[in-house]
């Protein structure tokens, strides 16, 4: 597997379905899609204020909607298959389709990261993208990472950031545990947005033009 | 097992869990929950008014949602647990807990039922109920099955009505295929109010006083 592309859940439906015919349609790498909880995901976090539920049990039904949107996107690109394990990502590979990895089964038997809201389907992704050996790109509604929060006047794109850094940023476009994470594997991540697939597909195809394409790149190596 | 109660998702979270801590409390017989989909199944139903998924898809992540509930509704009932198979129903039940079935894989493996929305967490409920030769009680949020919506004006409640009958009656407070499925099995299932546990546990203790309790009774037998 050359990438893990998490499409953030901010871009379902309409523009998840567009980025991963985009992918399936212009590469010739090897990518398996994770898809982030979006609005179900919100909606336990609501349910959270509400009721306290344990960090188990929020942890694991937001993992759940992982799955949820993973199967539904799955249904609108007929090049794309959901599946529940890695050897099933293999084969789709294989038969030169793209996976969309729900993981609801392998994080249960895994069980390998923290159960907390600062563990989202950003951390889960770079955990998956390790046991693959996959580089991670994480699509998402936004820019990348910036200076300041996005709709602030005067915020500025970074291009590239260390994990350590970003560390003591506190809460950005990506969740709060995977610069740790990428700073424990030694890894990278690109931060991108993907209502633009072309910039998606730039960094997939390593044909990156840094004056066309807006990115983030968070180093941990 | 005596009894499957379907905890309608519109209960969820406060009163479902009110319904189940006192179905702990205040009966001698054994229950098992099956949760609706609540609002996550609706999420799904407004995303496919828009993208028009799969039959299957539908089906199948609309059941994901009553694993969602479940996982959500276990974590508040210390005496409960959430389980996916029939062993570890039969396994938490003897431990005098109450199993909180999460039906995703058991409909998986087996896909008894037809996809479509005709088939909701009322079916399911059914075709579980069914499998384990329990009794079946559907607790929603109104006090049962009218003649008419229960907000018109004349609208009364039925007592009993068979599934035959009701077949002819459209959209109720039950989805579509519940009164087929009663008619297949032979079998009968309470409707009733869950914000109104007394209701349930009267039937349930069948120690029904016609004169206190409302409810429906739907006669497939």
Chains 1, 2 share one sequence.
Not at 5 to 21: D, H
Not at 60 to 65: L, T, Y
Request: aromatic share 8%; proline share 3%; charged share 20%.
């Amino acid at each position: 597997m050359d990438w893990v592309v998490k499409v953030g859940g901010s871009l379902f439906p309409e523009n998840s379905v567009k980025l991963v015919k985009a992918i399936f349609e212009s590469t010739e790498k090897e990518v398996m899609i994770v898809c982030g909880g979006g609005s179900f995901a919100n909606q336990i976090r609501d349910y959270d204020s509400q009721m306290n539920f344990s960090a188990s049990a929020n942890h694991e039904s937001a993992i759940m909607c992982m799955d949820i949107v993973g199967r539904l996107l799955a249904d609108k690109i007929p090049d794309a298959e959901a599946v529940f394990d890695l050897n099933s990502v293999k084969l789709v590979s294989k038969e030169n389709k793209i996976p969309i990895l729900l993981p609801s089964k392998l994080m249960h038997y895994l069980d390998p990261l923290e159960h907390s809201w600062n563990v989202t389907s950003d951390s889960i992704s770079c955990y998956i993208a390790q046991l693959l050996q996959a580089k991670l790109l994480i699509a998402t509604d936004v820019d990348g990472i910036y200076t300041r929060i996005p709709s602030a006047k005067d915020a500025k794109l970074i291009n590239e950031i260390s994990a350590k850094k970003l560390l003591s940023f506190g809460e950005t476009s990506i969740d709060t545990s995977l610069s740790e994470l990428l700073l424990e594997f030694g890894s990278n991540c690109y931060v991108v947005n993907g209502k633009y697939p072309e910039r998606t597909l730039s960094i997939i195809n390593a044909c990156v033009d840094v004056d066309n394409t807006q990115y983030t790149l968070v180093r941990g190596d």
